[in-house]
């Protein structure tokens, strides 16, 4: 296994980290009530998904 060297510098590796950025998650809109939703996943005010109706959703929700 690679063993470095050096030790790296501080801003060196504060660099190669300005990198490691998070992407917002992508909402879509609900097909039925039009609200915001995380795609794949049940719609937090209605619970719908892929044309069905989930009561799971909306009690875990409240």
Same mark, same amino acid.
């Given at each position: 296994? %690679?063993?470095?060297?050096?030790?790296? /510098?501080?801003?060196? +590796?504060? %660099?190669?980290?300005? @990198?490691?950025? !998070?992407?917002? !998650? +992508? #909402? /879509?809109?609900?097909? @039925?009530?039009?609200?915001?939703? #995380?795609?794949?996943? !049940?719609?937090?005010?209605? =619970? %719908?998904?892929? =044309?069905?109706?989930?009561?799971? !959703?909306?009690?875990?929700? %409240?």
């Amino acid at each position: 296994m %690679a063993v470095p060297k050096r030790k790296m /510098s501080r801003s060196n +590796t504060r %660099a190669r980290r300005s @990198q490691w950025k !998070a992407t917002p !998650a +992508t #909402l /879509s809109s609900c097909p @039925q009530c039009k609200a915001p939703r #995380l795609s794949h996943q !049940a719609c937090r005010s209605c =619970g %719908a998904y892929d =044309g069905r109706t989930y009561s799971e !959703a909306i009690r875990s929700e %409240a």
